[in-house]
Structure formats: C-alpha cells, structure tokens
Nanobody, 120 residues
C-alpha cells in the first residue's frame, strides 16, 4: 500500500533547528512532485514549498525563505525539510504530500503529519 511516513518533529526553542523526513513506499517516488504543507493551530493549511522531481524548490512560502531548505533523495524515496532559525510562528502540524498525474489518473498522497512546536 501507498505510505508516506513522516518523522523528525518535536519541540524546539526559538532560533533552533529541526529536520523533518518523509519516506514514501508503494509508489514510484521519483515520478512525483513532492510538497510540504503546514497547518498552524486554528488556521488553514498552507503550502510551504513544492519540490520538483529533480529536487528544485518552487513556490516557497515567503515567511520561510532563507530559513528552510528543501531536498529529496529519490534513491532513498525520502523528502526532507531542514528548518533553521525557527520562530514561534512556525509552530504547526507539518505534512508531506505526493502528487502525480498519468493521463486521466491523478494521485494525491499525504503523510500522517508531524507536530513542530517552537517555544518562545
């Protein structure tokens, strides 16, 4: 079955760093556009960035530019989010996402989410 399994969340102090991982299985990871989304408490889900199949970040959220680094290792079926200089406003549930279209078929998979809490 298709799975996106996330890890790396937790509690960190303001200014700290954290790395999230998202491991895919059950699908051809290298063909999928990957993304990170986040949902702060009481707010709508927002796109953090798309990561192209080749690893290039796109549509990066303005508030995280210069602080978050996005990468993927297709050989390991893994997506990464390296977060630095964390701020309380970064507190959210973070989700990874995989999408792909093949003719009329569209595929849209989500990780389970992981909590990132930045203390002030």
């Amino acid at each position: 079955q298709v799975q996106l399994v996330q890890s790396g969340g937790g509690l960190v102090e303001r200014g700290g760093s954290l790395r999230l991982s998202c491991v895919g299985s059950g699908f051809t990871f290298s063909r999928y556009l990957m993304s990170w989304y986040r949902q702060p408490p009481g707010k709508e889900r927002e796109l953090v960035a798309h990561i192209s199949v080749a690893g290039g970040p796109m549509n990066v959220l303005d508030s995280v530019k210069g602080r978050f680094t996005f990468s993927r290792d297709n050989a390991k079926n893994t997506l990464y989010l390296q977060m630095s200089a964390l701020e309380p406003e970064d507190t959210a549930v973070y989700y990874c996402n995989a999408v792909h279209s093949d003719g009329p078929n569209a595929y849209d998979f989500w990780g389970q989410g992981t909590q990132v809490t930045v203390s002030s």
